[in-house]
């Protein structure tokens, strides 16, 4: 749910032209006898200022007032200024002062001031348009030009917002402690030592006790099964091999690769860790 609270928040933030045209968009949503006690409520609110603006708006409906205000050099401030203030006191049915207006509006922009607009001045020509747009005394062929217009203002409004933001996040952060001359594009962090890392979680390098290699060649893999010395050489020992963590298969091990390389002593019998269950059966009835 909206709070009313952050409603007023986010509308004192917007720029002029932007709260014309929420505020026409809104009203586009009322119901008939809402717009009608808003017109009311807006008829009391205009007499706070009706005074002070009684001059302006009297020669902003006489034609000949309006010309010779709005013409001649169209690209001075004031004159802008005095064209959006007209535009805003234009009565409903005054189509001759809106198509002088219009006119207006049309060689302000032969003479190429909408092009390459920001800041202020863009603000202001936005808020022109866009209270032409609005207004109901234009004609639809006059809104729909002044609806391009502003479209393309809007892009280049946003094309300015947005390369402001992008030159203001390529920036790069000078540290307190550093000179930025000593930062250049070529530093990278050193890799990190491997000879001083340990094995990862759960997982330990065990090392068979009593066994020494016999000869000067290179000590057997730490990660390799444990062994056992017999008198035909070394031989793996099943039986002492570590399980491995959970979630990791079991080492698999090819008794037939040892037994046909290696030479059993006498006393020493290989039979599997576990006989089948027929064997077991078989040596119960035969005894």
């Given at each position: 749910?909206?709070?009313?609270?952050?409603?007023?928040?986010?509308?004192?933030?917007?720029e002029?032209?932007?709260?014309?045209?929420?505020?026409?968009?809104?009203?586009?949503?009322?119901?008939?006898?809402?717009?009608?006690?808003?017109?009311?409520?807006?008829?009391?609110?205009?007499?706070?200022?009706?005074?002070?603006?009684?001059?302006?708006?009297?020669?902003?409906?006489?034609?000949?007032?309006?010309?010779?205000?709005?013409?001649?050099?169209?690209?001075?401030?004031?004159?802008?200024?005095?064209?959006?203030?007209?535009?805003?006191?234009?009565?409903?049915?005054?189509?001759?002062?809106?198509?002088?207006?219009?006119?207006?509006?049309?060689?302000?922009?032969?003479?190429?001031?909408?092009?390459?607009?920001?800041?202020?001045?863009?603000?202001?020509?936005?808020?022109?348009?866009?209270?032409?747009?609005?207004?109901?005394?234009?004609?639809?062929?006059?809104?729909?030009?002044?609806?391009?217009?502003?479209?393309?203002?809007?892009l280049e409004n946003?094309?300015?917002?947005?390369?402001?933001?992008?030159?203001?996040?390529?920036?790069?952060?000078?540290?307190?402690?550093?000179?930025?001359?000593?930062?250049?594009p070529?530093?990278?962090?050193?890799?990190?030592?491997?000879?001083?890392l340990?094995?990862?979680?759960?997982?330990?390098?065990?090392?068979?006790?009593?066994?020494?290699?016999?000869?000067?060649?290179?000590?057997?893999?730490?990660?390799?099964?444990?062994?056992?010395?017999?008198?035909?050489?070394?031989?793996?020992?099943?039986?002492?091999?570590?399980?491995?963590?959970?979630?990791?298969?079991?080492?698999?091990?090819?008794?037939?690769?040892?037994?046909?390389?290696?030479?059993?002593?006498?006393?020493?019998?290989?039979?599997?860790?576990?006989?089948?269950?027929?064997?077991?059966?078989?040596?119960?009835?035969?005894v």
């Amino acid at each position: 749910m909206v709070c009313k609270e952050d409603v007023v928040s986010w509308f004192k933030e917007l720029e002029s032209y932007k709260r014309i045209d929420a505020m026409c968009t809104l009203l586009n949503m009322c119901l008939p006898f809402e717009l009608r006690f808003i017109g009311t409520y807006l008829e009391e609110l205009g007499k706070r200022d009706f005074q002070e603006l009684r001059g302006a708006e009297l020669r902003a409906n006489n034609p000949t007032d309006l010309a010779a205000d709005i013409g001649g050099a169209n690209t001075d401030p004031r004159t802008r200024r005095k064209m959006a203030l007209y535009v805003s006191l234009l009565r409903s049915c005054n189509f001759a002062c809106a198509t002088t207006l219009y006119n207006a509006m049309v060689s302000l922009e032969q003479s190429g001031l909408i092009k390459g607009l920001y800041g202020d001045l863009l603000e202001e020509i936005l808020l022109l348009y866009t209270m032409a747009l609005h207004h109901p005394a234009f004609t639809f062929d006059q809104k729909s030009h002044f609806g391009e217009i502003l479209d393309k203002l809007k892009l280049e409004n946003q094309r300015i917002h947005y390369q402001e933001q992008q030159d203001h996040i390529n920036v790069p952060p000078v540290s307190g402690c550093h000179n930025q001359s000593s930062i250049t594009p070529n530093m990278s962090v050193p890799p990190p030592n491997l000879s001083s890392l340990g094995p990862p979680p759960g997982i330990m390098f065990v090392k068979t006790p009593g066994v020494q290699p016999t000869s000067t060649d290179t000590v057997a893999d730490l990660s390799s099964p444990p062994v056992l010395s017999g008198a035909g050489g070394v031989v793996p020992m099943l039986g002492e091999v570590s399980h491995p963590p959970p979630g990791l298969p079991l080492p698999q091990y090819n008794m037939g690769e040892f037994i046909g390389q290696h030479t059993w002593p006498a006393n020493i019998i290989v039979s599997p860790l576990n006989q089948p269950i027929e064997a077991l059966h078989s040596k119960k009835y035969t005894v």
